[in-house]
């Protein structure tokens, strides 16, 4: 579980607003800029006693490497409520990367009482801004029902993209998908190409006049 936290603080993007009218895997992925990756890592690399007035002002950067301190135990002990709090203080002014580790909380219960249907609500919001995370838990929300109607083309648009991307999670998912539909033709998505051959396609060599 550590290394899922770990993951998600490197996955952060400060962004507005999420993108509400459109479908929440409708938008493009967004891959975190130079600029946001060197401020994480300097907020990271400072001791608690730094961190904690930073998180307090309002920080919301800050207020997630918080939660990911007391989610994982580092150096701290370990206290999944503090995560929780800090995740929802960033989640609340909308960071991107706390919303789907808050998403996490919720799915598993870590912390917080377990409730797919606030899951559901954080992981559509990061995935809303483009965070890979949060477009495969809500893929995986979509496929299995979780916290929302069953739906597997809002599935499929939601693990597409990062399975585009290289994602080894998303693309066996939707290969996985795949493989169920050939067992049940009336669950197959035609809203989508079918996965396996657009992954197989394009990993193909371009060819002049394609």
Same mark, same amino acid.
């Given at each position: 579980? *550590?290394?899922?936290?770990?993951?998600? +603080?490197?996955?952060?993007?400060?962004?507005? !607003?999420?993108?509400?009218?459109?479908?929440?895997?409708?938008?493009?992925?967004?891959?975190?800029?130079?600029?946001?990756?060197?401020?994480?890592? +300097?907020? @990271?690399?400072? !001791?608690? &006693?730094?961190?904690?007035?930073?998180?307090?002002?309002? &920080?919301?950067?800050?207020?997630?490497?918080? /939660?990911?301190?007391? /989610?994982? /135990?580092? /150096?701290?002990?370990?206290?999944? @409520?503090?995560?929780?709090?800090?995740? =929802?203080?960033?989640?609340?002014?909308?960071?991107?990367?706390?919303?789907?580790?808050?998403?996490?909380?919720?799915?598993?219960?870590?912390?917080? !009482?377990? &409730?797919?249907?606030?899951?559901?609500?954080?992981?559509?919001?990061?995935?809303?801004?483009? *965070?890979?995370?949060?477009?495969?838990?809500?893929? *995986?929300?979509?496929?299995?029902?979780?916290?929302?109607?069953?739906?597997?083309?809002?599935?499929?648009?939601?693990?597409?993209?990062?399975?585009?991307?290289?994602?080894?999670?998303?693309?066996?998912?939707?290969?996985?998908?795949? @493989?169920?539909?050939?067992?049940?033709?009336?669950?197959?998505?035609? =809203?989508?190409?079918?996965?396996?051959?657009?992954?197989?396609?394009?990993?193909?060599?371009? *060819?002049?006049?394609?």
């Amino acid at each position: 579980m *550590h290394r899922f936290f770990a993951s998600f +603080l490197y996955g952060v993007m400060l962004l507005g !607003p999420s993108m509400a009218a459109a479908g929440a895997c409708d938008a493009p992925l967004v891959e975190p800029s130079a600029e946001a990756r060197s401020a994480i890592q +300097l907020v @990271e690399r400072k !001791p608690l &006693n730094e961190l904690l007035p930073l998180a307090v002002a309002g &920080n919301a950067t800050a207020q997630t490497v918080l /939660g990911v301190i007391y /989610g994982t /135990g580092r /150096g701290v002990p370990q206290d999944s @409520e503090k995560s929780v709090y800090w995740y =929802s203080q960033a989640a609340n002014a909308g960071l991107a990367v706390a919303q789907a580790n808050l998403a996490f909380m919720y799915f598993k219960g870590e912390g917080v !009482p377990q &409730n797919d249907s606030l899951a559901f609500y954080w992981a559509e919001k990061a995935a809303a801004q483009g *965070h890979f995370q949060g477009r495969l838990m809500l893929g *995986h929300a979509y496929r299995t029902g979780t916290g929302v109607k069953q739906d597997r083309t809002e599935a499929r648009k939601c693990y597409f993209a990062p399975a585009m991307e290289g994602n080894l999670r998303a693309q066996m998912a939707l290969m996985s998908m795949d @493989e169920e539909d050939e067992e049940e033709p009336s669950q197959r998505s035609r =809203s989508q190409p079918d996965a396996v051959d657009d992954l197989r396609r394009s990993q193909q060599p371009a *060819h002049d006049g394609a």
